[in-house]
Each structure stands twice: as C-alpha cells, then as structure tokens.
Nanobody, 124 residues
Framework: QVQLQESGPGLVKPSQTLSLTCTVSGGSDTTNYYYYWSWIRQPPGKGLEWMGAISYSGTTYYSPSLKSRTSISRDTSKNQFTVQLSSVTPEDTAVYYC???????????????WGQGTQVTVSS
C-alpha cells in the first residue's frame, strides 16, 4: 500500500518561506516511470488548488499563479519530495497535501494516492 506523509511546521510567519516534505513509502518510488508527485492545497472554505509537481525524471511543473514563489525538489535517497513557498501571506493558510498522479495538474481523477494533509497557518 503506497503511503504519503506530509511533514513540516504548522505555523509560519508572514514574509517567511514555508517548507514541507512528503515522504513516500509502501513500494512506490519518486523515480518510478510514469508517475508525477504533486503538492496541492486547500484554503479554508475553498476548493483544491494544484501548486506544482515533480515528475519521475525530475522535471518540475508549476501553477502559473504560484510559479514565482514555489520550488519543488526531491531527495531520491530518502524517497522524499519537498515544496518551498516563499513570501507567504495569511492567504497561504491552507491544508497542504502531497499526492501521486499519472499526470500533473488539477484533473483530480488522475490522482491515486494522497497524504492525509497538514494544516499550515500563516500568522504573526
């Protein structure tokens, strides 16, 4: 059973950089052919928002609205991938999810495994 687990601070101050890590386990690997590994968030009272992804080959893709502030990377030795979101504001308060899919973007039908999500609050 593939498992994804998000980790990182639950509280970040405005203007700082939010950094979250997703650890993958259960037989799947971030280098497995055909899979994409995404970060998705859901602000309170709003729908899911795709932030970006890293492919099995290490290529990164970003949402145009967040591209200037987002960076996704991976550590293949630890089977982890990480998102950094810079210059955060209270509008970045959300539940952040990592997930595996067969393509990148916001077609949620292509996602087969999700982490449980982690709440991140941006506040001074």
């Amino acid at each position: 059973q593939v498992q994804l687990q998000e980790s990182g601070p639950g509280l970040v101050k405005p203007s700082q950089t939010l950094s979250l890590t997703c650890t993958v386990s259960g037989g799947s690997d971030t280098t497995n052919y055909y899979y994409y590994w995404s970060w998705i968030r859901q602000p309170p009272g709003k729908g899911l928002e795709w932030m970006g992804a890293i492919s099995y080959s290490g290529t990164t893709y970003y949402s145009p609205s967040l591209k200037s502030r987002t960076s996704i990377s991976r550590d293949t030795s630890k089977n982890q991938f990480t998102v950094q979101l810079s210059s955060v504001t209270p509008e970045d308060t959300a539940v952040y999810y990592c997930a595996r899919s067969y393509w990148y973007g916001s077609n949620w039908t292509k996602y087969d495994y999700w982490g449980q999500g982690t709440q991140v609050t941006v506040s001074s």
